[in-house]
Every structure is written in C-alpha cells, then in structure tokens.
RNA sequence: GCCCUCGUAGCUCAGGGGAUAGAGCAACCGCCUCCUAAGCGGUAGGUCGCAGGUUCGAAUCCUGCCGAGGGCGCCA
C-alpha cells in the first residue's frame, strides 16, 4: 500500500466517522497527514487528523482519534490502528500490504516517481543567464546545477518545460568587454572598469587568429570584428562548459535580437499608449509602483536611449506570446530587488503579477584556510565552473551545489576542493547505486532470474518482514511525495536529502540481511523477495539522481 | 533608514505547526574466512540567536531586538 493510499483510506474512515456522528465532513482536510514517525514504537504511519478537527467538530481529540481507530482496525491491509498521545491514531501495515508497493515500483520503473498535478503547464525556466563577458562562476555554476534539477523535477511532475538562457549581449557591459579585447590584442592595459582576466588575452588572441589583419582596421571596423567575434567565442565557451556540465538549454535568448526587431520600441509604445508610462525629467518611467513595486522605474533614458529594464519587459512580452503559463527566474540574491519589478512588469503588461514566479538564491561563498576570499576577475580569485569541475568532476560538483536550499548561502571551501576529497555525500549515495547493481550482477551469475523487468507477481512480497526491510520498503514508498514537494516548492535539495535517506535505509537493511544464497545454499523465496525489493531501491535511487542529473553507477 | 535571506551539535547543513530535534564530516569504542568496509553498530556532543505573543501543541507562525550576508542607480 502506498502512503498516498492509506492517505485516502484514512480520510474516508474519518469521513465516516464524522457522518456517522452527524457531524460536518467538511472539517476534513483536503489531503490528511499520514506520516511516518521517527519512533518505530509510533507505528508504521501516524496520522494527526483527530487532533486537527476534534475542535472544529466539538470532540474531545482521543475521542475522536478513538472512534477513527476503530474504524480502521480491521481493514484489509493493515495490522493495527492504535491512539497514542494527545490523539494520534499509529499504524501499522501488513506485511504483504506493504510489499505491494515494491511491485508498483518494479513495473513503474524509470517512471516511479512521476506524477502529473502541473498538467502540461506551459513554463519557461530561466537560470544562469550570467553575463557573456567572462567564464561561469561559482554563483552561476549552482544555478546551472538546481536549475536543471528544478526543470527535471518539473517535467516529470506534469510540466513541459523550456529551459532558457537569456544573454545581455547588449549595453554599456559588453562595451567594456569589447574594449578590453581591443586592449588586449594591442597588449595594453585593460581600460577602467574593464576586464583583465587571463581569458580575455586568450579570447583577444583567438579573435585575432580568426581574423588576421583586424588589428590594422580602422577603429570603428576593428572594434565591429572584435564584438562579433568576441561575443561568438565566449558563447560558444559558455554554452561548452554547461554542456559539459549536463545542462543543455532549449533557448538561448539574445537581449540584442529584441533590440535589434524593433521589439522593444513596439512594448514601450504600447505601454505610451495603455498609459503606463509617463515622462518626467526628461526621461520616460513605468508607473510600477502602482504595480507593488518599491518605486518608478526609467525605461527610457533622457539620452533617448531604453534603460536595461526596457529589454526586460519585452522579453516578458516576447515569453507571453510564445504561450509560458508560467515564467520563472532563478536569480542571484543580489537581484531581489528585480521581484516587483519583473511582477509589476507583468501586470503593466496586463498580466496577472503570478505568472511571473522569482526564486532568489543566496551567493556562493569562497573560504580558504578558514576565511571569505573575495572573487574578483582582476586579483585572479575567480572560480569558474571548470575549475570546479576539475576540483571534484561533474557528478560531485552537481550534487554538492544541489543539496543545499537555496535560501543558504554555501561556502565552498578552496583548500577542500584542492584535496579532492571523499567526504561528499553523493558517494554515499552513489555507493549505494553501485552495491545494488552489483546484487543484480551476482544474482544473475548464479543463475537467478532477473527481477528487473518483471511485474515481480511470482514473487511472495510478504516475506518482507525485518524491520530493516519494512523501512526500506517506506523509504522507498516516499518518493513520489519527495518529488511532487520538491516541484511545488522549487525545491531540488530535498530530492538530494531524500537520497540520502534512502541511501542509509538501504545500507542498513544490507548489514542486517543476507539477499543472496552462499554456498550451496537454493534460493528461497525470500531470496527473490528481497532481490525485489532491492531492484525497487535501485530504481529509486536511479530516478532521483536523474532529477539531479547526477549519474548512478553501476560499479565504484 | 527601508527591503530580502540566514542564525539548529565542534564544522557544513536538513527539518518550516505534532510525540524523545536529525544527517554528513570531525572525536572516541567496536564490526570484514561471507552478496562492494566509499558500509554498519555504539559513545559523546543542543538554552534550535534573544525576548514576548498565537495554539491543545512552536525549532517551525506573528511582533520586537541582536548578529551575518545581500540589495535599495536615468549601471547592466
């Protein structure tokens, strides 16, 4: 029985009890809390729901918690339903009830763990969209890492995902990209508020090599050639290393191309026209805090020329007419204030504020020998996504920056990374992935039938009964939950923690119990049950780290 | 001054109305003639920043304060 079933069960016994007493079923929650306690002696599953409405309906708790345990007691499939403490009612599945839900997995495979609440819901996720003047750094690098997990998530909860990269690629910014390439090529200083990073040098020379004889142009033509060129190379290297990296994006949005369609100069007539803009001080501002913004904001500058939010908005526009239901940003928490602004942005469009969602994350931190090292591309203290990935290679690197909430800012600490360490838990994680296909592996040499594959309907489920067994078989059972909360809340860390539950569950049970036959012993038909129930964690295992794009191992 | 996030074990962090607050790492003591010891068991370690409030019940929700980080451009 899946925790959702009983979930179900309960409410509809609870219901009973309620009509039976003449008393309002409505006080119900929609979804009841069934759980599973920390303390075994609390049952398999304990749920609150008596303590919830017994004063909505004029009941004492235990009363009613009594009354909803003997509703269940009996029922096909469970064991026992007892009250404990305040009004708790603790359960207890049957053995074979419990089983049941390995099979489930066993034939739902690769698709354990999907559900369908976002129903197709059309959303566009843009993350990292760092800027194209320099190599992914470590904030943009944990973007990349949550959210391709976050569009994994999504997608397999029911929602069809675009993933999209938005590049500023327009503005003063890339100037002074431009201009330090020039510099470099030149061999002379960077200019003011320009950057001096050892890539430029090698971009500069690059471009060079590309187009020999550009440094001759006129200086007009030659800084043309250097922004073309530049800008491509550094693309090119952008997308490469987050490529290399596992996440690969549907779109690849140039803020210049909407400058470059008249799109911008249409939104902000547009906006002239509904009234939501008015001119002041020489310069044209959006009325945004009319839409819950902290103050107006300059979309066109006095110099005639559109302020950055101007590219913005019609990028929102642009996302609109090409059908999102929802557009969500993942941003840096130095860009919080961009919250109303992009809401208000929506609603000046005439949207509804909610299809615009913002997910700020907390920075990521540099400690070496114990303290804050401040990047900075000059000093030569930037680190990159490379450099990570070269630290502690694609997998570590990924689900190291997925398992945190982003609402934490994360230390990553240098001299760590130098030692290339074991101490990460995705090995913890991973070795459980690699034991259990290494199971798999013996099962068959010694000639078993494989269980993988099968519906597992010749196997006796019931003989799960260790209580190393029974948790891992609820561990197991909680996945789908893991997943569907982690979609709801933007939240990929909990798929990682969930993992590592899972993880521990199946090592504990692996110390405890023996799968295998040694010797000269026959399988038995606990040996093919628990064979089950091992392909059903490695499955498990397998779809979560999926969602984190983190692979599964088959040996380690 | 205003806004956002955080403050939980020595360290890094989960848990975000439920029962005796958890994990990894670090420390200490044990466990491989046997399916992968990158594992398992045990010991030790806590005023959940502080003070009020809401509730049958608060680490969790509300208010204030303290501390840390980040924002508050006709920059992008």
Redesign the pocket.
């Known amino acids: 029985m899946t925790p959702s079933a009983l979930a179900d069960l309960v409410r509809s016994a609870a219901a009973e009890v309620l009509a039976a007493r003449g008393l309002d079923t409505g006080a119900l929650p929609e979804a009841v809390i069934v759980e599973r306690?920390?303390?075994p002696?609390?049952?398999d599953y304990?749920t609150?729901v008596a303590?919830?409405v017994a004063?909505k309906v004029g009941l004492a708790?235990r009363e009613l918690a009594e009354a909803l345990a003997n509703a269940l007691a009996g029922t096909d499939g469970l064991d026992s339903a007892e009250v404990?403490?305040?009004g708790?009612v603790?359960l207890r599945l049957a053995t074979d009830a419990q089983g049941e839900l390995v099979r489930q997995v066993l034939v739902q495979g690769a698709a354990y763990g999907c559900g369908d609440e976002f129903g197709g819901l059309a959303v566009n996720l843009e993350f990292v969209s760092a800027?194209p003047t320099g190599p992914i750094h470590l904030g943009g690098t944990r973007w990349a890492a949550v959210g391709d997990a976050l569009g994994r998530i999504l997608t397999v909860r029911g929602a069809v995902v675009t993933r999209e990269y938005y590049f500023?690629d327009?503005?003063?910014?890339?100037d002074r990209f431009v201009a330090s390439l020039v510099a470099a090529a030149r061999g002379a200083e960077p200019p003011e508020d320009g950057y001096g990073g050892a890539y430029i040098s090698e971009l500069a020379s690059e471009v060079v090599r590309a187009e020999p004889g550009v440094l001759e142009l006129p200086d007009g033509q030659r800084d043309e050639v250097f922004r073309r060129t530049g800008i491509e190379l550094m693309f090119e290297q952008i997308k490469r290393s987050l490529h290399d990296f596992g996440t690969d994006f549907d779109v690849f949005f140039h803020e210049d191309s909407l400058h470059a369609s008249g799109a911008v100069d249409e939104v902000l007539e547009q906006l002239k026209r509904s009234g939501r803009l008015y001119h002041?001080?020489?310069?044209w501002w959006m009325r945004s805090t009319e839409f819950g913004d902290?103050?107006d904001r300059?979309v066109i500058?006095?110099?005639g020329?559109p302020?950055?939010?101007a590219g913005d908005i019609a990028y929102l526009a642009d996302k609109r007419s090409r059908g999102f239901d929802l557009c969500i940003y993942m941003l840096g928490?130095?860009?919080?204030?961009y919250i109303g602004r992009l809401k208000a942005t929506a609603a000046a469009l005439g949207d509804d504020p909610d299809v615009v969602e913002v997910l700020?994350g907390?920075?990521v931190n540099l400690v070496s020998e114990g303290k804050p090292v401040r990047m900075s591309k000059r000093a030569g203290t930037v680190v990159t996504l490379e450099d990570l990935v070269d630290a502690v290679g694609v997998d570590a690197a990924r689900y190291e920056l997925a398992?945190?909430?982003v609402?934490?800012?994360?230390?990553v600490d240098l001299d760590l990374l130098r030692k290339n360490t074991?101490?990460n838990?995705v090995?913890?994680v991973q070795?459980a992935h690699?034991?259990l296909?290494?199971?798999q592996r013996?099962a068959a040499e010694l000639g078993l039938p494989p269980v993988a594959g099968t519906d597992g309907s010749q196997i006796d489920l019931g003989l799960l009964s260790h209580p190393r067994e029974g948790d891992l078989v609820r561990t197991i059972g909680e996945f789908p939950k893991v997943v569907a909360r982690a979609a709801e809340l933007r939240?990929p860390?909990?798929i990682a923690?969930y993992l590592?539950e899972l993880a521990?569950a199946y090592?504990?049970f692996?110390?405890a119990?023996?799968?295998?036959p040694?010797g000269d012993e026959e399988a038995t038909p606990t040996t093919f049950a628990r064979l089950a129930l091992c392909e059903a964690a490695r499955q498990t295992v397998a779809n979560g780290l999926a969602l984190l794009g983190v692979s599964a191992p088959?040996?380690?």
């Open positions: 306690p920390r303390n002696e609390h049952g304990a609150n303590l919830q004063k708790p404990a403490g305040p708790f603790n800027n500023n327009a503005g003063a910014q890339i002041a001080d020489g310069a902290d103050k300059v500058k006095s110099d020329a302020a950055y939010i928490a130095d860009h919080h204030g700020i907390q920075m398992r945190y909430s609402d934490s800012a994360v230390d074991a101490e838990p090995f913890y070795y690699a034991r296909a290494s199971l013996n939240e860390h909990r923690r590592e521990s090592h504990k692996y110390d119990a023996r799968v295998l040694q088959d040996r380690m």
